[in-house]
C-alpha cells in the first residue's frame, strides 16, 4: 500500500510508482488510481499476469479487459483499422474518461485480454500516477475496475483493500477518484460511434465531434449477445437488494412505511436534496441532484457503505437519463438488477 499524492508524481512518490510498474513488469498485478475508477493492474503480454487478473476479481474470463496506454502512438501498435472518428474523438477526449474498441492486431496481446474477441478496447487515463505507472512499465497495462466481480468499483484504495486485500501485489493510493465512474466504452468498429456503456464522456460530447452517435440498447434487442460482453452481468451491486424508486419524497416515504411495516429494515439512496425529507433504518446520499456530478463521483462508495448497515432492502432515487445523468441509471439499473418499484399512488 503506497501512497501517491493526487496533486502530482514527486521525487518523493516516484519510488513507489517505480516499485509499482517493476511488479507489473515482472507479471504481478497491482491497482492504481484512474480518473475514473481505481483499476486493477497487470501487464498485456503475459498469459499468467492476465489470468491473475481474473483470478483475483473473481472476474469471468469471457469479459475483455481495457488495455490502458501512456502514449497515443501506442493505439498503432495495438490496433488497425482505425477510422477518422475514432482519431477525433482520441484527439478531443484522451487523456480521459473514453475507451474506444477497435481491430487488434494479432500477436501483440495475450489472448485472454480481449476474451478471444477480434477487437480490442483502449483507453489513455488522466490521472498522473496511473500515466506515470504505464510509462514507467514499458508496456500497455491491461485494468479492469478493482472490484471484485459484481460489487460497485473503487473509488478509493479502502475500498480496493476491503475486496481485493491478499490477492494483489499491492495498491497505489492516490484519494478518491475523480470522475467516479467508469469510461465511455464507444464501438468504432462501423460506419459511426456506438455507445456501449455510458460514462464521463456524454453522448452530447461524442456528437459534438463525431456527428452521429449509436447506442447499444437503441439497436439491439434484448435476446441478442450484448456487443460489449461485460454488459450482460449484474454489477455495482450492494449486499442487500436494491430496487429503484420514482415519486416524490412523500410518495417514497409513504413506500418505506409500508415495507417498515412489514418488519423490513430499509434503507434509502438519497440525494443532499431530499435525505431530511426521509424517515427510515438508514438514509444515505450520493451527492446534489442539482449537480449530476457529484452523484457520478459518490455514487459507488455511497452504494458500498450501505453494506456497513443492517438493511434488508435499499430503496434508490432515480435521475434523469441525460448527460452523466444517463452513466448514473445505467449504473443504478446494474445494481437493481432490473428492480424497480413503480411510482405509489
Ligand atoms: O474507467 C474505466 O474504464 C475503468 C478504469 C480502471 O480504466 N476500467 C473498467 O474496466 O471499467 P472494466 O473491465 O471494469 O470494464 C470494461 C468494459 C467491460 O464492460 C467489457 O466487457 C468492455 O469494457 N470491453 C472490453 N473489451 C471489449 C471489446 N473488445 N469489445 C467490447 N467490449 C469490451
Ligand atoms: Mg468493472
Known amino acids: ?130 500515466l506515470a505507472i504505464i510509462k514507467e512499465t514499458g508496456i500497455p497495462v491491461a485494468a479492469p475496475s478493482a472490484n471484485r466481480s459484481g460489487k460497485p468499483s473503487p473509488t478509493k484504495a479502502a475500498h480496493v483493500i476491503d475486496d481485493l486485500n491478499g490477492r494483489i501485489a499491492g495498491v497505489v493510493d492516490g484519494g478518491e477518484t475523480g470522475v467516479g465512474l467508469e469510461s465511455t466504452v464507444v464501438d468504432c468498429t462501423g460506419p459511426f460511434p456506438v455507445i456501449l456503456r455510458p460514462g464521463g464522456v456524454t453522448q452530447a460530447d461524442i456528437e459534438a465531434v463525431a456527428g452521429k452517435v449509436g447506442t447499444e440498447s437503441g439497436m439491439k434487442n434484448k435476446e441478442e449477445t450484448p456487443k460489449s460482453p461485460g454488459m450482460k452481468y449484474t454489477h455495482y451491486a450492494p449486499e442487500a437488494p436494491l430496487y429503484l424508486i420514482e415519486g416524490t419524497t412523500a410518495q ?40 449530476l456530478e457529484s452523484v457520478a463521483k459518490s455514487l459507488y462508495g455511497a452504494l458500498r457503505s450501505f453494506n456497513e448497515h443492517p438493511v434488508d432492502l435499499i430503496l434508490a432515487e432515480t435521475f434523469p437519463s441525460e448527460g452523466v445523468g444517463a452513466a448514473i441509471m445505467n449504473r443504478l439499473e446494474k445494481a437493481a438488477g432490473g428492480r424497480w418499484l413503480k411510482k405509489v399512488d
Open 1 to 130: 500500500h503506497w501512497n501517491v499524492d493526487k496533486s502530482g508524481i514527486t521525487e518523493k512518490n516516484y519510488p513507489q510508482i517505480k516499485e509499482a510498474a517493476g511488479l507489473i513488469q515482472a507479471g504481478e498485478v497491482v491497482a492504481f488510481p484512474t480518473e475514473t475508477v481505481y483499476g486493477l493492474g497487470g501487464q498485456v503480454k503475459m498469459d499468467s499476469a492476465v489470468q491473475k487478473i481474473f483470478t483475483a476479481k473473481g472476474r469471468p474470463s469471457d469479459n475483455p479487459l481495457i488495455v490502458h496506454i501512456a502514449e497515443r502512438d501506442d493505439v498503432d501498435n495495438l490496433a488497425e483499422k482505425i477510422p477518422d472518428y475514432a482519431q477525433k474523438l482520441m484527439d478531443a477526449f484522451w487523456p480521459g474518461p473514453l475507451t474506444i474498441i477497435v481491430p487488434k492486431k494479432d500477436g501483440v496481446l495475450s489472448e485472454l485480454v480481449t476474451a478471444g474477441l477480434d477487437t480490442v478496447a483502449i483507453r489513455m487515463p488522466d490521472h498522473p500516477a496511473a
Open 252 to 291: 417514497i416515504q409513504q413506500k418505506i412505511n409500508e415495507l417498515r411495516a412489514e418488519g423490513n429494515k430499509v434503507g434509502v439512496l438519497a440525494t443532499e436534496e431530499s435525505r431530511s425529507f426521509y424517515a427510515a433504518d438508514t438514509i444515505i446520499s450520493c451527492g446534489r441532484r442539482a449537480d
